[in-house]
Structure formats: structure tokens, C-alpha cells
């Protein structure tokens, strides 16, 4: 395994945590119940295993067991909350606000609304990734039924401010959809404090499995209505029909209480590792950093270099770092990354990028090494790119 390039794309996806899996192996072949099994003790201890991670989830962001949803990751939570809502609120209005950096799984279910009908305004970010509160303020109307604003950004690790955002819908009984895929174990969130009515997880951005996730659905003051998107036995109070995958979803729990319990120790770490890459980067020219420079997740940087061709840097990294570039993969089609470019980034500045996910496995040698090769990828291209 030693010669495989060093893991840096956390935000892409995370390795499952050895003690998750101890966690979840009794799940698949001695405890392999049905939760939904109300007869017997193989139903009851998954269901009562189940039970725990919803505890669990639901203390890390400060809910109750009943409110949350499991689903089967942070895209489908996304399009249950927002064409859930959509179904369910369209006589009181049409129109729902998101923001141009949001996950292709905010945007595309918004994009799928408006072929119905909806109105959906997309807000523009500043330079530093982050919404201006005023324009916010400013598109909320009588018939907006939806604000979905993520919580932390994929790419560029931008905290949007989402107290000042949950207040604002509050205030004006608008429904407050934050995606926290990035979000959740890596900083704090409360739904109470920040008024955020649904709120979308996943568990493999967090050492956790894939294939499951949840939506946070709020139960009181006010009571959120959601028009399911799946039918079929009315699991997780009608809005998520399915047999529930219990040993995802006791993955799900154990990687949730491990990244609290260790929060604060792991968001200090990461960010002197983030520091100590972006120190040794930042002494070559014409090297730009995307987003905040604070307000953003301890494990994130990225960047943008002058003076390279994006294909020729990206192949340049692959033998040493597992880093993702600024070009969408997530379709057939090249294109830069909508999010660098809501930036104010050039085309050619957007794919010349490098997204660094730092994560809990990385060594302070491990990013010694990286930042030593990134460099010298650099000046090569550079340097070939004058000789001809
Ligand atoms: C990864 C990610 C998603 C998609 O989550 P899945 O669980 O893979 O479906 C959605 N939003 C954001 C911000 C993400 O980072």
C-alpha cells in the first residue's frame, strides 16, 4: 500500500474508521434484523441499535431522536427536503432561494422545481465564498417557502453564517434547509440556537459508511410538513419508506460520537496541518487561496496557480497526492467548478486548482511531503511552459 498516492480528498469521501467497522460487523450477520420486526429479539435489537444512532445524531446537532429521517445520504435528504417542502407548501408560494456554490444536489432538485413551475432565486457569493445577509434579506418574499443555504462548502470549505441566516427565514416563516453533509462532527451545529428547520447528513464525509445519511425534520415551533418522495410502509413517520440498513446505520451513530468526542482536538490539528501546507505553498508566486481564510473547515485548502495549464497540474500531482481538481466530475462533461468560478476565478484559473482534504489519517510528514512535491510540480510546469 505504500506506494499508493497520500489520501487528500476528504471532501470527496473518507476511509471508515476501524472502530466504526468493529461497530458494524455483528449488524450483517448475527444481529441482522429487521427494526421494523416487532415479534421477536432479532427485530428488537436492531431496532433498539437504531434507536441509539438517532440518540445520537440527534444530541450532536442539539434535536430529538423523532426528528430525524434516515435516508440514504446527503442527496437524497437534499431532494426529499427541498421537493418535499415544494409539495407540500406550494399553495402558500412558489419560490425558493439557494445560493451558486450549493452541492449539485441542492441545485439540480432546484433546477428540476422551476421545470415545474417554481421560482427559485440563486444568490451570488462574495469573493471569500461567503452570502452577503443583506441580498438574502433582500430576495425573501411573502411566497418564499423555502431558504436552503449549505452549511459548509465541498470545495472551498466556506462556513456560511447560519445563525444570521436561520434568524433572518425565522423571523419571516420561511423554511430553513441547510446541507451539513460537510458540516456535521467537524464543527458545531444546533439547531435550536441557529433555527434551522432540516438539515441534511451523511455519514462518509466523516469516517462513517456510504450509502446512508439522514434529514433532520423539524417537529415543534414550527411544525415542518414534508410531502414524502418514496412510498411504500411508511417508515420514519411516512417520509422515508424502506427497510432500514441497520449496520450503515450503526456505522452512521459510532462515526458521529467519535468525531464529537474528538472535535475540538481534531479541528486544532487539522488546522495547524492546513497552516503549515498553505506556509510552505504560499512562498511560490502567484499562488491564490479560494474562500475565507478562517471561516472555513479546519481540513481545507484550496488553491489557485497562475501560470499552469489545470490538466497539466492535476496529472503533474497524481503519483504523489490524492487531491481533486477544479474541473466538475461530476459529469461527462469537463467544465470548471461552478463554485470557483461564483468566486470570480478565470476559466482557466477555476481548473488550474487544487483541493486539499486534510484529514484525521494524515501525518504533519504525510503533508511535509506533499507540499515539497506540489511545489516542485509547479515550478517544472512553469518552467516547461516558458521554454516553449
Ligand atoms: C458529499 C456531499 C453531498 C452528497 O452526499 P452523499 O451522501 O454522497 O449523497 C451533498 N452535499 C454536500 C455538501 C456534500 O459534500
Not at 132 to 158: F, H, K
Not at 211 to 218: E, F, K, Q
Request: a negative charge; proline letters at 4%; one cysteine or more.
Amino acid at each position: 500500500m505504500s506506494h499508493r498516492p497520500i489520501y487528500l480528498d476528504c471532501h470527496a469521501t473518507t476511509p471508515v474508521d476501524e472502530r466504526v467497522l468493529a461497530a458494524m460487523l455483528p449488524y450483517f450477520t448475527e444481529k441482522f434484523g429487521n427494526p421494523a420486526s416487532i415479534n421477536h429479539v432479532y427485530g428488537w435489537e436492531a431496532e433498539a441499535a437504531v434507536k441509539q444512532t438517532r440518540e445520537s445524531l440527534a444530541a450532536a446537532i442539539n434535536a430529538t431522536p423523532e426528528e430525524i429521517v434516515f435516508t440514504s445520504g446527503a442527496t437524497e435528504a437534499n431532494n426529499l427536503a427541498i421537493k418535499g417542502i415544494a409539495e407540500a407548501y406550494f399553495q402558500k408560494g412558489q419560490h425558493i432561494i439557494t445560493v451558486a456554490t450549493e452541492h449539485k444536489a441542492v441545485l439540480d432538485p432546484c433546477e428540476y422545481l422551476k421545470s415545474l413551475g417554481f421560482e427559485i432565486t440563486i444568490l451570488p457569493v462574495q469573493q471569500d465564498g461567503l452570502i452577503d445577509l443583506n441580498q438574502l434579506e433582500t430576495a425573501c418574499r411573502p411566497e418564499t417557502i423555502l431558504v436552503s443555504v449549505m452549511a459548509a462548502n465541498n470545495e472551498i470549505g466556506v462556513l456560511q453564517p447560519l445563525a444570521e441566516i436561520g434568524k433572518i427565514c425565522r423571523d419571516r416563516n420561511i423554511i430553513f434547509h441547510t446541507d451539513a453533509a460537510q458540516a456535521i462532527g467537524k464543527i458545531p451545529l444546533d439547531v435550536q440556537a441557529m433555527n434551522i428547520d432540516l438539515m441534511s447528513l451523511t455519514a462518509h464525509k466523516v469516517y462513517g459508511p456510504k450509502g446512508i445519511g439522514a434529514l433532520y425534520v423539524r417537529r415543534r415551533n414550527p411544525r415542518v410538513q414534508l410531502a414524502p418522495q418514496q412510498h411504500g410502509g411508511g417508515h420514519e413517520r411516512g417520509m422515508r419508506s424502506g427497510t432500514l440498513y441497520t449496520p450503515q446505520i450503526v456505522g452512521f451513530g459510532k462515526a458521529i460520537e467519535l468525531a464529537l468526542a474528538e472535535q475540538a482536538t481534531e479541528t486544532a490539528r487539522l488546522t495547524q496541518l492546513r497552516q503549515s501546507l498553505w506556509t510552505q505553498l504560499s512562498q511560490l508566486e502567484g499562488i491564490h487561496l479560494n474562500g475565507h481564510q478562517t471561516q472555513r473547515l479546519a481540513g481545507n485548502l484550496n488553491i489557485s496557480v497562475e501560470g499552469v495549464d489545470g490538466a497539466a497540474l492535476s496529472l503533474g500531482l497524481q503519483p504523489v497526492m490524492a487531491v481533486s481538481s477544479g474541473s466538475a466530475c461530476s459529469s461527462a462533461v469537463i467544465a470548471p467548478s461552478h463554485v470557483l468560478t461564483a468566486l470570480g476565478n478565470s476559466e482557466q484559473l477555476a481548473y488550474a486548482s487544487v483541493r486539499f482534504g486534510i484529514g484525521r489519517f494524515n501525518t504533519t510528514e504525510e503533508i511535509d511531503i506533499v507540499a515539497k512535491s506540489a511545489i516542485a510540480t509547479i515550478q517544472s510546469l512553469r518552467k516547461q511552459k516558458t521554454l516553449v
